[in-house]
C-alpha cells in the first residue's frame, strides 16, 4: 500500500521513502539512536533536525516527534466525541503510543492494548516519552499478541475499536483482512465504533475502494475522513469509521483542551470528501 525503503540503513546520511517509482520523501540523519531487527520487523529510530525522533518500521516512516499530533489526533477523536459514552476501548497496533496518549485524555475506564511486537513497545518507552506514563496509567491494559488471534480469543466487548496498523507488509496484513472486520464486529459493543487507519487518498485510492467494498458488506456506516500527515505519502491521510449506530457527523461532546490539530470545525471538514474519492467510494 504505501512507499518503500530506498536505503535500508539509517547510517547512510539520509533516508528516502518512495511512493511511487520516481516520487518520494526524503530525511536527513543527524544520527542513529536505535536499530534492530525483532522477531516481525526491522526497527529503527534516528534523528531528524526538523522533525526530531524518527521511528521507521521495516524502512517506513511510522512516527516522528514533531507532527505524530495529526495522525493520532485525527485516527482517535471523531470517534471518541461522537459515541455517546466511550468507556471500554481497545487498541490493535500502534506500539508508539500516540493513540493511546490521545484516548487518555477522556475519562475512559479501560485501554486494552495489543501490539505484536514487545520490541516496539521498549523502543517507544525509551526513545517516545509520552509512551511511558501511558503505559503506567491504571486503566490500560498492555497484551503482547496478534490482534486477530486476541479478537478470536477474548470474550469481551469494547466501545471503540482502533485499528492502528502499519503498512499491509509483514505481521499487519491479518489487520487488513475482511476476517479481521468480521471479528472485530462480533466484539463490539450495542453501540460502537471501529476506526482504522487506511492510506493515502492520492496513492492508494484502488485499496481505499477495496476497503470500502468490504466494508459496507459489515457495517451499516462505513465513512472515510481525512486529515493532514506531513511525513506519510501524499501529506493526507485517510481513515475509516465504520458502525451499525453511531453517526460520526453528530458530535456528543467537545474534544479535550490541549489538542493541535482537531476541533469540532476540522470534524465536519475531515468528513467532507473532494470529488476523486467521493466518486470511487
Ligand atoms: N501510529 C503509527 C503511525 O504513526 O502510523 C501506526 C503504526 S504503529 C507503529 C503499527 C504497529 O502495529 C507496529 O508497532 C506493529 O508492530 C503493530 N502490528 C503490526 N501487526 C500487528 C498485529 N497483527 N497485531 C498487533 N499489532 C500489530
Same mark, same amino acid.
Given at each position: 500500500?504505501?512507499?518503500?525503503?530506498?536505503?535500508?540503513?539509517?547510517?547512510?546520511?539520509?533516508?528516502?521513502?518512495?511512493?511511487?517509482?520516481?516520487?518520494?520523501?526524503?530525511?536527513?540523519?543527524?544520527?542513529?539512536?536505535?536499530?534492530?531487527?525483532?522477531?516481525?520487523?526491522?526497527?529503527?529510530?534516528?534523528?531528524?533536525?526538523?522533525?526530531?525522533?524518527?521511528?521507521?518500521?521495516?524502512?517506513?516512516?511510522?512516527?516522528?516527534?514533531?507532527?505524530?499530533?495529526?495522525?493520532?489526533?485525527?485516527?482517535?477523536?471523531?470517534?471518541?466525541?461522537?459515541?455517546? !459514552? #466511550?468507556?471500554?476501548? /481497545?487498541?490493535?497496533?500502534?506500539?508508539?503510543?500516540?493513540?493511546? &496518549? *490521545? =484516548?487518555?485524555?477522556?475519562?475512559?475506564?479501560?485501554?486494552?492494548?495489543?501490539?505484536?511486537?514487545?520490541?516496539?513497545?521498549?523502543?517507544?518507552?525509551?526513545?517516545?516519552?509520552?509512551?511511558?506514563?501511558?503505559?503506567?496509567?491504571?486503566?490500560?491494559?498492555?497484551?503482547?499478541?496478534?490482534?486477530?488471534?486476541?479478537?478470536?480469543?477474548?470474550?469481551?466487548?469494547?466501545?471503540?475499536?482502533?485499528?492502528?496498523?502499519?503498512?499491509?507488509?509483514?505481521?499487519?496484513?491479518?489487520?487488513?483482512?475482511?476476517?479481521?472486520?468480521?471479528?472485530?464486529?462480533?466484539?463490539?459493543?450495542?453501540?460502537?465504533?471501529?476506526?482504522?487507519?487506511?492510506? !493515502? #487518498?492520492?496513492?492508494? /485510492?484502488?485499496?481505499?475502494?477495496?476497503?470500502?467494498?468490504?466494508? &459496507? *458488506? =459489515?457495517?451499516?456506516?462505513?465513512?472515510?475522513?481525512?486529515?493532514?500527515?506531513?511525513?506519510?505519502?501524499?501529506?493526507?491521510?485517510?481513515?475509516?469509521?465504520?458502525?451499525?449506530?453511531?453517526?460520526?457527523?453528530?458530535?456528543?461532546?467537545?474534544?479535550?483542551?490541549?489538542?493541535?490539530?482537531?476541533?469540532?470545525?476540522?470534524?465536519?471538514?475531515?468528513?467532507?470528501?473532494?470529488?476523486?474519492?467521493?466518486?470511487?467510494?
Amino acid at each position: 500500500m504505501t512507499g518503500r525503503a530506498k536505503d535500508k540503513d539509517t547510517d547512510t546520511k539520509e533516508i528516502r521513502e518512495y511512493h511511487a517509482s520516481s516520487v518520494g520523501l526524503f530525511f536527513t540523519v543527524d544520527s542513529v539512536l536505535y536499530r534492530k531487527q525483532s522477531s516481525y520487523q526491522k526497527i529503527e529510530v534516528f534523528v531528524n533536525e526538523s522533525f526530531g525522533k524518527v521511528l521507521l518500521l521495516d524502512g517506513l516512516i511510522q512516527t516522528t516527534e514533531k507532527d505524530e499530533f495529526f495522525y493520532h489526533e485525527m485516527l482517535v477523536h471523531p470517534a471518541c466525541t461522537t459515541h455517546s !459514552s #466511550p468507556q471500554n476501548i /481497545l487498541v490493535i497496533g500502534g506500539g508508539d503510543g500516540g493513540a493511546l &496518549k *490521545e =484516548i487518555l485524555r477522556y475519562p475512559v475506564e479501560s485501554v486494552c492494548h495489543v501490539e505484536i511486537d514487545a520490541q516496539v513497545i521498549e523502543v517507544g518507552k525509551e526513545y517516545f516519552p509520552w509512551l511511558s506514563p501511558c503505559l503506567k496509567d491504571k486503566r490500560v491494559d498492555l497484551v503482547i499478541a496478534d490482534g486477530l488471534e486476541f479478537l478470536r480469543e477474548i470474550e469481551r466487548t469494547f466501545d471503540i475499536i482502533f485499528v492502528d496498523s502499519s503498512e499491509p507488509i509483514g505481521p499487519s496484513v491479518a489487520l487488513h483482512r475482511r476476517d479481521f472486520y468480521e471479528t472485530a464486529k462480533k466484539r463490539l459493543n450495542e453501540e460502537a465504533v471501529v476506526v482504522a487507519q487506511i492510506g !493515502s #487518498p492520492l496513492y492508494h /485510492l484502488e485499496f481505499i475502494r477495496e476497503c470500502s467494498a468490504t466494508f &459496507k *458488506e =459489515i457495517f451499516k456506516t462505513v465513512r472515510f475522513y481525512v486529515g493532514p500527515a506531513p511525513s506519510y505519502p501524499g501529506g493526507s491521510w485517510c481513515y475509516a469509521f465504520l458502525s451499525d449506530n453511531v453517526d460520526p457527523l453528530v458530535l456528543q461532546r467537545d474534544p479535550p483542551p490541549g489538542l493541535k490539530c482537531y476541533n469540532r470545525d476540522i470534524h465536519q471538514a475531515a468528513f467532507a470528501l473532494p470529488p476523486f474519492m467521493k466518486d470511487t467510494i
